[in-house]
C-alpha cells in the first residue's frame, strides 16, 4: 500500500513562493508518474502539473505554466512542487497523487489511484 503525505503549504503574500513537497510510503508496481491538483474552495478539483517516472516529462495547466515547476526525486521518494509569482487565485488545498496509467493520463484526476491528504495554499492579496 502507498501511502502520501503532503508538506510545505502555508500563507504566503500575492507575488512571494511556497515548495511543496509530497513523500511518498510504500511501493506501487509499474512506472508511477506523479501529479499534483488543486482544490479551492467551492470549486472542484483541477490539475496543475504532473510528471513521469523518468522526470523527463512535464505537464501543466495554463494556469500555473511559467510560473510553477514540478519535480521529482526518486531516490527520496518525494516530488516536489515550486510555486512562484503566486497569486491570491493560487489559494486552494493541493493534494499529490500518484497513477500508473501513462504520463500522459496523469493530467486526468480519474486515472490516479494514490492520494494524499492535501496541504493548504493561501495567498494573500
Known amino acids: 500500500q502507498v501511502q502520501l503525505v503532503e508538506s510545505g503549504g502555508g500563507l504566503v503574500q500575492a507575488g512571494g513562493s511556497l515548495r511543496l513537497s509530497c513523500a511518498a510510503s510504500?511501493?506501487?508496481?509499474?512506472?508511477?508518474?506523479m501529479g499534483w491538483f488543486r482544490q479551492a474552495s467551492g470549486k472542484e478539483r483541477e490539475f496543475v502539473a504532473a510528471v513521469s517516472w523518468s522526470g523527463d516529462t512535464t505537464y501543466y495547466a495554463d494556469s500555473v505554466k511559467g510560473r510553477f515547476i514540478i519535480s521529482r526525486d526518486n531516490a527520496k521518494n518525494t516530488g516536489y512542487l515550486q510555486m512562484n509569482s503566486l497569486k491570491p487565485e493560487d489559494t486552494a488545498v493541493y493534494y499529490c497523487?500518484?497513477?500508473?496509467?501513462?504520463?500522459?493520463?496523469?493530467?486526468?484526476?480519474?486515472?490516479?489511484?494514490?492520494w494524499g491528504q492535501g496541504t493548504q495554499v493561501t495567498v494573500s492579496s
Open positions: 510504500g511501493r506501487a508496481s509499474g512506472s508511477v508518474d
Open positions: 497523487g500518484l497513477t500508473t496509467s501513462g504520463s500522459y493520463y496523469s493530467q486526468f484526476e480519474e486515472s490516479y489511484t494514490y
